[in-house]
């Protein structure tokens, strides 16, 4: 299985500040025939089901605010919070599509400082 | 738009089996389109597989369940089932419907989840 590795676990960001959460896959998720990396994010707020943000490491969904983004390549991967607000608050995941079992990450823990 | 909506049981005794429905809506079942599975949140920890299926009969388990869990679809009532037999106190955790295009593979659709608990 690929394991997804996510740092750090928990992070504290003031409003308005940047947030940064990284994402290590233990093996290679571009693809070649395609050159699409296989990695999604997801973002959870308490008390709900998880809501797709990402695709492809940094195609968004329709309607995700442009401040978040994602990068990365090959096996590392990055999502940022421009700007944090106050309803950024939640636990984001990273998921690689690439291989079945389509492994998650641990989950990082997003909250304001 | 794709809705999920999971019922069951929210309390099972330890040794017998957890049996849940998920309601698909606003998306063919039996398109292979899609896919269909489950994944489960322990409290306070992160998301793990069940299992998932597509309608030709592709289907994973994940193996840390040993063969316990068995995914079914209803076509006539557009539902996916689980079952999970031989439950115990660890199997307590949330459980969320899920799917997603079966091209991008990410899961795009989710239940609102419904929690189960494992007592007696």
């Known amino acids: 299985d690929i394991v997804m590795t996510q740092s750090p676990e928990s992070l504290a960001v003031s409003l308005g500040e940047r947030a940064t959460i990284n994402c290590k896959s233990s093996?290679?998720?571009?693809?070649?025939?395609?050159?699409?990396?296989?990695l999604a994010w997801y973002q959870q707020k308490p008390g709900q089901p998880p809501k797709l943000l990402i695709s492809w490491a940094s195609t968004p969904e329709t309607g995700v605010p442009d401040r978040f983004s994602g990068s990365g390549s090959g096996t590392d991967f990055t999502l940022t919070i421009s700007s944090l607000q106050a309803e950024d608050v939640a636990v984001y995941y990273c998921q690689q599509y690439y291989i079945t079992p389509r492994t998650f990450g641990q989950g990082t823990k997003v909250e304001i400082k | 738009q794709v809705q999920l909506q999971e019922s069951g049981p929210g309390l099972v005794k330890p040794s017998q089996t957890l049996s849940l429905t998920c309601t698909v809506s606003?998306?063919?079942?039996?398109?292979?389109?899609?896919?269909w599975g489950w994944v489960r949140q322990h409290p306070g920890k992160g998301l793990d597989w069940i299992g998932y299926?597509?309608?030709?009969?592709?289907?994973y388990y994940n193996p840390s369940l040993k063969s316990r869990a068995t995914m079914s679809i209803d076509t006539s009532k557009s539902r996916l089932s689980l079952k999970l037999t031989s439950v115990t106190a660890a199997d307590t955790a949330m459980y969320y419907c899920?799917?997603?295009?079966?091209?991008?593979?990410?899961?795009?659709?989710w239940g609102q989840g419904t929690l189960v608990t494992v007592s007696s």
């Open positions: 299926t597509y309608y030709s009969g592709i289907t």
């Open positions: 093996q290679n998720i571009l693809y070649s025939s395609d050159n699409k990396n296989y």
């Open positions: 899920a799917g997603g295009s079966s091209i991008v593979a990410t899961v795009g659709y």
């Open positions: 606003g998306a063919s079942i039996t398109s292979d389109d899609y896919y």
